[in-house]
Each structure stands twice: as structure tokens, then as C-alpha cells.
């Protein structure tokens, strides 16, 4: 009886954590100013409250298939949810018409020296292998 | 009219009026990025913060300036019409929405005993679904079996719905070089980011176990939820992951038309084939002579399994072809 | 006594999240740019797929965290899809330089207008201060 109510308060202790680490994303969501503050806000959400949630909802279910699965729900989040962040910046990066006026970025280190035009011709076009 | 070029150029009532009288798309603006050059940026504020309906009174004042600006359209009964035809359009969808909210209000309510929808047919196909077709999952018993023809008309639909997009969509090879050309430099996909290696890193990882949850999701059809549906559009979505990555050049390999074109026709005739020996039963679908195995495991309810497989590998193509048609023309 | 307090918790939960979500759409409806409104879509199907999963477990019904692989898949794949669609159609409206070399084109250009802008601030001083001085 005690171990089950030190389960349930383990349990709620990990869903308080996570649920106010998604209060904390929509707050600085619709709080920040910048399409880049934004996604950093965002992203907390994606990976430490879905953490914190899914471990809750684990410890609920204890071990079974579906506490595999939702360890695999976490996994796929923590693979993926970066990737789409590196997405949406780099949108943004390219399509944001005022970032020159509030970031100083450095772009030596890249280098720009794409020469060739985008249509110069077909073979030039498919070459997107690595 | 003093302050009328303050915020109005941008508001969306502003926006309205322009559209009906045929000036600009509204989606045009409101939904793809705009590009606007250094004067515009200057001069435009943010049309997110203004309430659309705000300034409906002043339609009247914006309206009259509206028509002494306007010398294209000489002919007033053009006009006239023009803007007939754009309100009677909102006043008829909104008519609609009213009338099908009005509808939902007569619907019996979900899950109601007493509903028409709980007659005898449910209660035969639960109690004696399971000892008919031997799958444990009723509605995949159901649509495979029972149902089984329908669900080949779905299939078809979808094939042929690919075979339109298709005819429609495709930038054919031998239509000239101009044409093809020009096609060529109208396409976005030309400009957009290639070789990110974030995103191939992480595709590398997680499209082999996209893929095998698909599978999993079509062979287990008749055990637990899912199916051939739901488990094609899975398999599809890894393939459209898997293309974002690497490009057209690498999927090429293994994807072309010619691969799409004999996996679903083979897909489609094979269900053809299995399931219209209920032509010579006399309609009826569950004497197929096929043990239907134990209940619980892969290989039991006799053809569903292979049914499943084929629905599966149909909407997957079809889901990748419609991807592939819209991005780029072809496959 | 456990299983109403487990109730309580799923069902306290799952109201906050509806709030969260309509919270989360609210940006998706102002958000001035493209990439405001990806975030926003994102986030909510994030705080939607944390629902499935909670419901999954509140009616104990464990085919509801299929749902869930499933849902975050599809919204992964969308934001992928739509950041490279909207970036294709916006280097093409201004006609610029695929890959990396798109950013640095956009910051130079930025400097470029900026730098005018100075030269052209500047200008304007030295003109007053010639007018003051004569």
C-alpha cells in the first residue's frame, strides 16, 4: 500500500515537472518577440516535458509493451525534435528580412562561394548526392 | 477620409474589398511567404494585429473611392457582376456551414442504445465474426472479409485517383525542350536547401524503424488496430522522409515509375484475383476453403493477411507517387 | 483510494492541456511569419501527442500509443516538408542562391542596405552641419 502510494506520488511528481515545462514553452511562445526566441522556447517543451510526461505515464504503467512504446515515443522526440528545430531556423535564417538588425552573425567560417547559378543546367541540378 | 491611408492599406477588410473587386488572391498573400522589397517594407505594418470586421460600417466610404479608382473594367455590368458573384460566394458558404452545424443538432446522440445504427447487422458480425473470418480485430475482419469487395473499390479508387494526378501533373520528357526548360525554372524544388547533413544523419536513423513499424502495423492488421490503410501511409511517409533527405537522385534506385506501375497493378490484380471467386459462390465471400488458423496468431484468418499486405503496399506507392507528382512532376 | 487519486491526476492533466493547446493555437493564428506559425503547429501537436498518451493510459486501452509513434511521425515529416517547400518558394521569388550561400547572401545584402543607410544618415549630417556652418 505505501509502495503504491510512493509510486503514484513519483508519478505526480514527474507529471507537475512536465506539465509546467509545457506551460513554460506556451508562455515563452507567445511571449518572445523573435521567430528564433520562439523555437527555443519551443523546443524545451518538445524534449524536457514530453521527458517528464512519458517517465509520469511509465512509472503509471509499470513494465509492460506499452511502456516500451512510450519509451520509444521519447526516443523518437529526442531524434527528431532538433532535427525540426535545425529546420525551422534555417527558414527562418534564410528567409527573415530583418535578421541583419538584431543578430550579428559571422559567415567567414561557412563560406560563400557558391558561384555557379542554381539553373545553370541539368546535370548541375542533380548532383545532390554527398 | 483623413486617416485612410494609415492602417487600412493592410487590414483585411481592406483585403476583401480588393478581392472582390478582383485585384489580388488573398491566399496569395496571406499564406505563402512574402517577398517584399525595401519600399514595401517600409511602408507596411502588421496586418496580424487589426480585427477583421471592425470598420464594416465604412464599407460604404472605401467602397465608393474603391470604384472612382477603378478604370479597368469599363463596362459597369461586368462590374456588377464581378462583385455579385464574390458576396453571393461568402453569403452561400456561410449558408452552408449554418445548415450543416443546424444538421448536427438533429444527429442522434454517440452512443446511444436506441440508435439506428444498432440493429441486428453489428450484433451478428461481433458474435460471429470471430469464428467466420478468425481475426481478432473485428473491423479487419470486417472490411476484409465481410466487406472485402468494397474495400477493392477503395484500393481502385485510390490508384486511379494517383493515375489523374498523374495525367494531370506530369512534366512529360517529349513535349520539347523550351517547354521543358521553362517548367524547369518555374520549380521551387530547384532552389530549396539539398545535402543537409543534420537531416541525413537523422534520417539514416530513424527511417529503417519507420519502415519496420509500417510493416509491423500491416502484418499485425488482424490482430491489433490498423491495417493495410493505415499501415501503407506510414510506409509512404518513411519513403517521403527518406526523399527530403537525399534527394530524387537516390531514390531513384530502387523508386521509379516503372516499379510504381508493377507493384500496384500486381498489388491490385492479386486482390482482384483472391477475392472474386465469390462470383462462382454465389456472392458469398467466407467459404474460401483456406484454414483460418488460431485466432491470435500471424498466420491465421486465411486471405486477410494477404489482402492487408496488398492495401498496404497500394497506399503506400500511391501516397509517394502523389508526393513526388506535386514536388517535381514525375517520379 | 490509488486508482481515484491516478484519476484525478490524468484528468487534471489532460484539462491543462486543452488550455495549453488552444494557448499554442492562439500563435498559430497571429504569428506575423511562416516560420512563427511552423513552431506553433509543432508545439501543439507536441502538447496533442502528450494527450494521446495520457488518454492511452487513462482508459487503458494501449493501441492509443500507436496512435501516438504515429501522430509524432507525421508531424516531424510536416515540419521537414514545409521548411523546405517555403524555402525553395522564397529563394526563388528573390531569385538567390541555394544552401548555405542563401543566409550569407541575405546578412550581406542586410549590410549592404545597412551601410547605405548610415552613408546616406551621414551624408545628411554633414550636409546640416555645412548648412550650419555657413
Known sequence: MILEWVRFILAGGCFAVGIVFMILSVFGVNRLHHALNRMHAAAMGDTLGILFVFLGLMLIRGFSMSSLKLFLVILFFWVASPVSGHMISRLEAMTDEDLGEMAVLEFDAIGADGEESPIAGEEELEHESV | ?331 | MTEQAYDILLLGSLIILAVLIIASMIRSFLGPGISDRIIAINMTGTMVITAIAILSVFLEEDYLVDVCLIYAMISFLGVVVLCKVYTGVYLQKKKLKPDFGAIADNLTHQGEECRERDVRDNKGRHAAGEEDGK
Request: aromatic residues 12%.
Open chain 2, 1 to 331: 477620409m483623413s486617416r485612410r491611408r494609415d492602417n487600412y492599406e493592410t487590414s483585411r477588410w481592406k483585403k476583401f474589398l480588393r478581392w472582390e473587386a478582383g485585384e489580388i488572391d488573398p491566399l496569395e498573400q496571406g499564406v505563402e511567404i512574402q517577398v517584399p522589397s525595401v519600399r514595401d517594407r517600409e511602408k507596411a505594418s502588421d496586418p496580424g494585429d487589426v480585427f477583421p470586421f471592425e470598420d464594416i460600417e465604412e464599407s460604404g466610404m472605401y467602397g465608393d473611392r474603391h470604384e472612382e479608382d477603378e478604370a479597368v473594367l469599363k463596362s459597369r455590368g461586368i462590374r456588377f457582376f464581378r462583385r455579385f458573384y464574390c458576396v453571393m460566394s461568402v453569403i452561400l458558404c456561410l449558408g452552408i456551414i449554418s445548415v450543416l452545424l443546424w444538421t448536427v443538432l438533429y444527429l442522434p446522440p454517440f452512443g446511444n442504445a436506441a440508435n439506428p445504427a444498432n440493429n441486428e447487422v453489428p450484433m451478428r458480425y461481433l458474435e460471429k465474426g470471430l469464428e467466420e473470418t478468425g481475426a481478432v480485430n473485428a473491423v479487419t475482419g470486417m472490411i476484409l472479409d465481410y466487406r472485402a469487395f468494397d474495400t477493392f473499390g477503395e484500393s481502385c479508387v485510390l490508384f486511379i485517383a494517383s493515375c489523374c494526378v498523374l495525367a494531370l501533373l506530369r512534366i512529360d520528357a517529349a513535349s520539347g525542350d523550351r517547354e521543358k526548360k521553362r517548367l524547369m525554372d518555374e520549380n521551387d524544388r530547384l532552389f530549396e536547401p539539398k545535402n543537409d547533413i543534420i537531416l541525413q544523419k537523422c534520417a539514416c536513423v530513424l527511417v529503417p524503424f519507420i519502415f519496420i513499424f509500417g510493416i509491423y502495423i500491416i502484418l499485425n492488421g488482424h490482430l491489433s488496430p490498423g491495417g493495410g490503410f493505415s499501415g501503407g501511409a506510414v510506409l509512404g511517409s518513411g519513403l517521403i522522409l527518406y526523399l527530403n533527405a537525399f534527394g530524387f537522385k537516390k531514390t531513384e534506385r530502387f523508386f521509379t515509375e516503372r516499379v510504381y506501375r508493377r507493384v500496384t497493378v500486381c498489388a491490385l490484380s492479386f486482390y482482384c484475383l483472391a477475392k472474386s471467386y465469390s462470383f462462382y459462390t454465389g456472392a458469398n465471400h467466407l467459404e474460401s476453403g483456406i484454414p483460418l488458423g488460431i485466432p491470435g496468431h500471424i498466420l491465421s484468418s486465411g486471405l486477410i493477411l494477404p489482402l492487408n499486405i496488398c492495401v498496404g503496399l497500394v497506399v503506400a506507392c500511391t501516397m509517394y507517387a502523389f508526393y513526388t507528382l506535386f514536388r517535381k512532376g514525375g517520379m
